[in-house]
């Protein structure tokens, strides 16, 4: 089945060690997103590629970077990760911007 | 800019009692409005869609009708079940907007 694989499923880092969480799609989207979801909250949209365009969310840390080496792959990297980045991220995808977004299971960070 | 807002939870039900979860939206234009539902530990997942006005989302017995006229997109149950447990969250896109802007969420707890 075509889907959002994100791996791993939980994460624990240190305070401030550099972590890269990943997502890949068998859907042959054009359009990744990473989203931040703290507990009881809506998921809060962090930035999103394009195709191959990075497109950053005006009030998204410097600390949260992203590549996305080719199609199907897309990673999130914390550079350096404090305990408020403690949260689920979910990574979604859709055909074209403006239609319908499909989610990743989400990777649980934990920083101690 | 676009918003949602939805029924405040949390609700907690009886096995077979009725659902209904209020959803009502702002937005230009002609928006796309989705459920999606999180069970616990667990990414989003499209539970239904509707694209154009009167359009009725079904799936898994959950339906939602777009009403442009109240601008509202209320989600239905007639039987919930304990499996039906999650946090439920209505959502848009706007024609010219990548952002999925999403309501606050409401929580469904179901008893036997």
């Known amino acids: 089945d075509a889907m959002v694989i994100q791996n791993p499923r939980y994460q624990v880092t240190q305070f401030g060690k550099p972590v890269t969480l990943s997502c890949s799609q068998t859907l042959n989207h054009n359009v990744m997103y990473w989203y931040q979801q703290k507990s009881s909250q809506a998921p809060k949209l962090l930035f999103h590629y394009y195709d191959k365009d990075f497109n950053n969310e005006a009030d998204t840390p410097d600390n949260f970077q992203s590549r996305r080496p080719n199609t199907s792959f897309c990673f999130l990297d914390i550079r350096s990760p404090g305990l408020g980045d403690a949260a689920m991220y979910l990574c979604?995808?859709?055909?074209?911007?403006?239609?319908?977004?499909?989610f990743g299971p989400g990777t649980r960070l934990l920083v101690l | 800019g676009d918003s949602v807002t939805q029924m405040e939870g949390p609700v907690t039900l009886s096995e077979e009692a009725f659902l209904t979860i209020n959803c009502t939206y702002t937005a230009t234009g002609y928006p796309s409005l989705f459920w999606y539902v999180q069970y616990p530990g667990e990414g989003l997942q499209l539970l239904l869609k509707?694209?154009?006005?009167?359009d009725k989302g079904s799936n898994k017995g959950f339906e939602a009708t777009y009403r442009k006229e109240t601008t509202s997109f209320h989600l239905e149950k007639g039987s919930v079940q304990v499996s039906d447990s999650a946090v439920y969250f209505c959502a848009l896109t706007s024609n010219n907007d990548y952002k999925l802007s999403f309501g606050a969420g409401t929580t469904v707890t179901v008893r036997a």
């Open positions: 509707a694209t154009k006005a009167d």
């Open positions: 979604a995808t859709s055909r074209v911007v403006q239609e319908t977004q499909y």
